[in-house]
């Protein structure tokens, strides 16, 4: 679990660093028509969060959805899911995004954990505010990915590109039977 807490406590970190300087956000966050002088924010934009709220629910589902990867496949294998995830998110940001709006967020590679743990133990159950009980963890995925695309100000093109290779990755593992639980 130290990859997990680590990954937080950068993510709170940089998230410190942008209230104390926010001009560090159009440095580390990702615009697609800037991205060849700054190529760099195809990383650093995975650590950088635009509110409270957004690091809140991000380092919240990254610790419960991680934790439940991370137990499954590995340190190596989480880690590779989280920022090969990341990536594909920022990729189809890059593709599909505003050419000047900076996208910022760890959203791509936490879908990405949430679309290979769908893929591995689709029935799990968790909870989803403000649902009262639980629910499988194939349909909070499916919930959150379509609330992205109708709530402004989300990068959903992120969202999707992280969880399309979340499942990829997802049945990869299913296949090689890195499943230790069946649900």
Sequence with gaps: MNAILFLVAL???????TLLRPQLIYVLGLTPALVTQQPWTIITNMF??????????NMISLYFLGSFLYRLVGEP???????????????????????MVPGVGASGAIFAIGGAL?????????????????????GAMTFFLFFSF???????????G??????????YFKRRGRRLYYY
């Design 11 to 17: 993510n709170i970190l940089v998230f410190v660093f």
């Design 48 to 57: 950088v969060h635009a509110s409270f709220s957004h690091i809140l629910f």
């Design 77 to 99: 294998d989480f880690l590779k899911v989280y920022f090969i995830g990341g990536l594909a998110g920022n990729v189809l940001y890059i593709v599909l995004g505003p050419a």
């Design 118 to 138: 769908a893929m591995m133990a689709p029935r799990l159950p968790v909870l989803v505010f403000p649902l009262p009980f639980p629910v499988p963890l194939w």
């Design 150 to 160: 109708i709530w402004a100000g989300i990068a959903w093109q992120a969202h999707l």
């Design 162 to 171: 992280g969880f399309l290779l979340g499942l990829l990755v997802g049945y």
